[in-house]
């Protein structure tokens, strides 16, 4: 029987294909493509964190190596056997007991002193940083460029190597700004300011995402970071500032531009040329909406395919959504979505 | 003379109830022991539910995109898992414990207020039914102004802004609907249960002691229950007030937590947390002392510093109370507050390592009898080690600020509390299975029991880790396909159904032995406290003879004495003392009078529920209803004459 069994085993090791596949579904699933994976900084704050953790990791792994190897030791040598006579009455042992407790505030203290260093090392504001306000709502986050006059959503892009400060509040519940490979969270509170420092080494595309439960869709309240390199910033802020186009007469996006005027769209989202409201509005500003390759809080793809699917019936796609289905008809969803499209 | 019989016959509605059998028997009891087996099994009723609501979550989560529930499905499950596993599962166990053992083990004839402890039970209950009966009575749907593709279902008609109900997320104007409402005032219920309780066991701690029986002697579990009702009694108030405050935010307008009345959502967060962090050294404690008892007795040798233990577990309850903005490490809090409270959280550390350092001590040089109380007991610091350790990791708080919101803290929560306090728990009922029932457990399933849930938990919770490093955000109804979660999510949702046949297996095990198991004998374990003095299964009057104390482990030092070596020798006259406590025990020497049992603990109780639904649906009518059953509670219960003096009465005639 055990010579079967260990048959079996050693056939299912000696299986080339059974090993790749395993190897495969252990190494993708915990090494490579993993987005939004904390343990991958891409830029100096994001690194500084990281190397405080791995450092108590490792200082945690000594711990555990000890005490379950103690645990597991203890178990083996004094498991009841049919000769073990009674045991000694320990009752205590005052220096050891000491020596238990010391020695774990001296390994505490020294983990203390590099995170109370660091806390104020991550908090303090950087010279010279861009300063960008984050404004979280259920459940997209707007961004707007004081220093450049723009306002966009869902993709926050930055340029790289530069420190940046983000300014942030909530326009309704709590939500959480978090872009892994970049720093930590940090909440959205209504009512007050919280700030955030982000950094990138290098022109990437990051993800980011609501960390605090903020109600129905809070999962699907996703986000981008996007670095350019400097000259690249400078091309899209520019590409940015201005304002939307009028489509050529008769073409499908002219129709589009229509539904957008008619239907109902305007009650929430901004166009800049087309539909200019002065103040905020609940909705993300679409002016440059066919540049974004992600929409609906980042929680879809722009392609024509979703995108109908969003315009058909927004709340399928994000339940509780603030955006209203309005019975657009297939017609109308075609050249709206040419006409958003071309909103570049 | 007169006068004053036909006044207390006059004011005295019933009779007080005689029956000890059937279910008057149950709902009239004042017996601590009659309470803590309802406790018991009503908290392993709601484990069941709050179990197969996690196994709804793990389907919802074992694929990527997945959509076998909808957002506000989920959102419910999730709400409500935490809150019946906290509120509803391990307090009320842990109060299953308190309301056996206390007496037992300080040697007392019931707990000071035995009417009150009455009344902590069916409170407790008709809290966990109000809660509930949101699946029936509750709607929840979109923030105003929002839209919803379909209807809520009933499974999502159920509070759904986590058990935490951050601000101002579970306002009014973003959970509309009465879902939030019920779990506001059913938790207010829940807490006037526990605060019952926690002055009821304080009371009867300092005052019902057995001759002989100080301070110092006491039992760890004993000093465990006594911390962990000073935690209930300063820590719910909190709660109380800022539950009071959401339910007159949500029903009558006032803004203590909305910014558009001035008021501040962080100062829920702090008030939340005030009452949470003591809140999970009340999960946590009552199961450090069963393993504190459980350890000594299969491993032969006295607890290692016994003195340090009690008051490691006491500075773990004080350090309890400074450390809760460790929860919000990445809200809006000063660098100053996250560094004070970084290291108050290491601070805590140090107590706790003292605990787990002298466990090890305990059993070190012992003689190990590797019996399914003491396999969980083991199993217990395993798992707490490494939720302890995970623990150290979120005191460094930028680190923390990482992994909070994620599945990291998942993870290190339920090592902690299924790994910490579920495992002790467990071992508990096993240790305590044949005072109780006076039969013994199957050791063979319980055995297969204990390795099943081992495997299940660690396949559950320990991927967990890696999910939230790999960016696993908590609460989340769905992930996308792209950040290539989904393995691990699989495996994470086999670990959690492997984990409910152990459950299945425990039941079985559990319900054959009560009726079928072989008979137990008095002290089966050889122990070393005094509940073991009496016969299994306790009788009513638990002592025949108010007992004596002499020693720390009283029990054992009657059986053993130590050789000039150190080790334990059995008296010649330890058997003899057993054959003789097992014949007094059964045969009290004169008559013993037993607190009468009583109606209106039930009926006071009875009436908060409908206070609770007077204040969500604004109605006068129902608002009566239940002043009418407090009423009737309250001077029932003050009027009532004790049966002896009735029966003197009659006498006198």
Known sequence: MKYRIKKMINLFLSNKKINIALFAAFFTSCIENAPLDSLSPEGPYAR??????????????????????????????????????????????????????????????????????????????????????????????????????????????????????????????????????????????????????????????????????????????????????????????????????????GTLAAKGEQVYLNAGCTQCHIINGVWDVQGDRVAPNLTHVGSRHVLGGASFNNNPDDLAQWLANPAAVKPGTFMPNLELTEEEILALIEYLGSLK | MNETKSQKELLTIFKRPSSTTGIWSWITTVDHKKIGIMYGYAAFFFLLIGGLEALILRIQLSQPDNNFLSAAEYNAMFTMHGTTMVFLVIMPLSAAFFNYLLPLQIGARDVAFPRLNALSYWLWIFGGIF????????????????????????????????????????????????????????????????????????????????????????????????????????????????????????????????????????????????????????????????????????????????????????????????????????????????????????????????????????????????????????????????????????????????????????????YVLFGGAMFGIFAGLYYWFPKVWGRMYNETLGQLHFWLMLIGFNLTFGPMHWLGLQGQIRRTWVYAEETNLGFWNLIVTIGAFIIAVSILIFMANWIFSKRKGPTAPMDPWDARTIEWTMPSPTPVWNFSTPPEIESLDDFWHRKYDEGSDGRAIRKDTADQLIVQLEEDGLNPKEHIELPNPSYFPFILASGLPFLGYAIIYKSIGLAGLGLVLLLIGGFGWALEPIEEELLEDKKDE
């Open chain 1, 48 to 249: 500084t964190i990281d190397a405080l953790f791995w450092r108590t990791f490792w200082i945690a792994v000594v711990i555990f190596v000890i005490v379950q190897g103690a645990l597991l030791l203890a178990v083996i040598i004094y498991r009841e056997k049919p000769d073990t006579p009674e045991p000694k009455q320990i009752h205590g042992n005052v220096k050891l007991e000491l020596l238990w407790t010391i020695i774990p505030v001296l390994i505490l203290a020294s983990i203390a002193v590099p995170t109370v260093r660091t806390i104020f090392e991550l908090a303090k504001e950087p010279e010279d940083a861009m300063k960008i306000e984050v404004v979280g709502h259920q459940w997209w986050f707007e961004y707007k460029y004081p220093d450049h006059g723009i306002t966009t959503a869902n993709i926050l892009v930055i340029p790289e190597k530069t420190p940046i400060r983000l300014e942030m509040w909530s326009n309704d519940v709590m939500h959480n700004f978090w872009v892994p490979k970049l720093n930590g969270k940090r909440y959205l509170v209504p009512g007050q300011l919280t700030y955030l420092n982000l950094l990138a080494d290098n022109p990437d595309e990051f993800w980011a995402q609501c960390g605090e439960y903020c109600g129905l869709s809070h999962s699907k309240m996703r986000a981008r970071v996007i670095s350019l390199s400097k000259d690249e910033f400078n091309e899209w802020v520019e590409n940015e500032k201005r304002s939307a186009e009028k489509p050529e007469e």
């Open chain 2, 131 to 414: 809660l509930y009966s949101t699946f029936i009575f509750g709607t929840a749907g979109a923030p105003q102004g929002g839209y919803l593709a379909e209807e809520i279902g009933w499974l999502g008609n159920a509070p759904n802004g986590g058990w935490f109900g951050y601000q101002p997320n579970a306002a009014f104007k973003y959970s509309p609907g009465t879902a939030m409402d019920y779990w506001a005032l059913g938790l207010q219920i829940l807490g006037i249960s526990s605060l019952v309780s926690a002055f009821n066991f304080i009371t009867t701690i300092l005052n019902m002691r057995a001759k002989g029986m100080r301070f110092m002697r006491m039992p760890v579990f004993t000093w465990m229950t006594f911390a962990v009702a000073f935690l209930l009694a300063f820590s719910l108030p909190i709660i109380a007030i800022a539950l009071f405050f959401v339910t007159f935010d949500r029903q009558f307008g006032t803004t203590f937590f909305l910014t558009e009345g001035g008021g501040d959502p962080v100062l829920w967060q702090h008030l939340f947390w005030l009452f949470g962090h003591p809140e999970v050294y009340i999960l946590i404690l009552p199961a450090f002392g069963i393993v504190s008892e459980i350890l000594p007795t299969f491993s032969r040798k006295p607890l290692f510093g016994y003195a340090a233990i009690v008051f490691a577990g006491f500075g773990i309850a004080f350090i309890g109370f400074g450390v809760w903005a460790h929860h919000m490490f990445a809200s809006a809090i000063s660098p100053v507050a996250q560094a004070g409270f970084g290291l108050s959280t290491m601070v805590i550390a140090v107590p706790t390592g003292v605990k787990i350092f002298n466990w090890l001590g305990t059993i070190w040089g012992g003689k190990l009898s590797l019996k399914t109380p003491m396999l969980f007991s083991l199993g217990f610091i395993a798992m707490f080690v490494i939720g302890g350790l995970s623990g150290v990791t979120h005191s460094v708080v930028p680190a923390d600020t990482q992994q909070t919101d994620t599945y990291y803290i998942v993870a290190h929560f339920h």
